[in-house]
């Protein structure tokens, strides 16, 4: 992985606008070999999260989504962790950074596995100043048969705010079921939008597909975007990976700051993917 020069003591901002046009004026002097892509205040790092998150200004970012090792179960990077508790110690050290970077309006998503949901809630989420709000369940509807448990066919999602944190609920309404067409309670717009996400996973034959083992759907990166920030706030994204999440801010107008330690990833997903769209 690269590093970021220890020197970067960025000032405490709190204006979007600063603290972009901070990144574009100094990068060139600042950034070493972290950075492998910037462009109007967007920027990609070619490092761990860990080496960006202590320099970020105090709640200068409106919106995080982070999708972590999930810790021993898809992609090598799950299994560097030696055991459940050197894992959530880890998790503790960059959440503890979210929650200090966050603006007062802010929101944290974050994904985390069947297995190790509970306690990243329990043991890490639950200790820093902000609210849960909701688990979110992804439900693909696809998944292998297992002998000793129930198929598994989700993937699961906690979503936690800050206090003055608003939902776009009008941005993320979806369609009535069929039937009752003629009820005038329902919204014109559509169905307020539940915990409950259905989104096909991403098969290689779709044209997103990249081979990344935890990839999701744009469609359900979009749905954060559009609930929980508008065109033109922060976003950062300390776990790159497939780049479905820049590729999704790219595509609704939202700034965006990611960091990814995997130069393959980077090179084979993430730079493809900004590429077709800017």
Known sequence: AHSIRSGWNFPKRKNNREVIC???????????SGQVWEKGGNHLYGTDCMDILPKLPDESIDLIIADPPYYRMKGGF???????????EWCSLWVAECCR????????????????????????????????????????KTGRPAKTAYRNETEL?????????????????????KGGEKDKRKNPKGKSCGNVWEFSRIMPNYKEW????TQKPEKLAERILLASSKPGDLVLI???????????????????LAAEKEEQYIQEFILPRIQSVV
Request: aromatic share 16%.
């Open 157 to 177: 999602l906690w979503f936690y705010s800050k206090e003055l944190h608003t939902l776009n609920l009008d941005e993320i309404r979806i369609a009535y079921s």
């Open 22 to 32: 901070l990144y574009a004026e100094e990068a060139s002097s600042v950034i070493q």
């Open 78 to 88: 799950d299994f560097v962790f030696r055991s459940e508790k050197e894992y959530l």
């Open 210 to 213: 990249t081979g990344h083992p």
């Open 101 to 140: 970077v966050l603006k007062p309006t802010g929101a944290f998503y974050c994904w985390g596995s069947c297995l190790m949901i509970d306690k990243l809630s329990v043991l890490v989420l639950e200790r820093f100043d902000w609210t849960k709000r909701n688990l979110i369940v992804w439900n693909y």
């Open 238 to 256: 300390p776990f790159a990976g497939s780049g479905t999440e820049i590729e999704a801010c790219i595509r609704t107008g939202r700034n965006w």
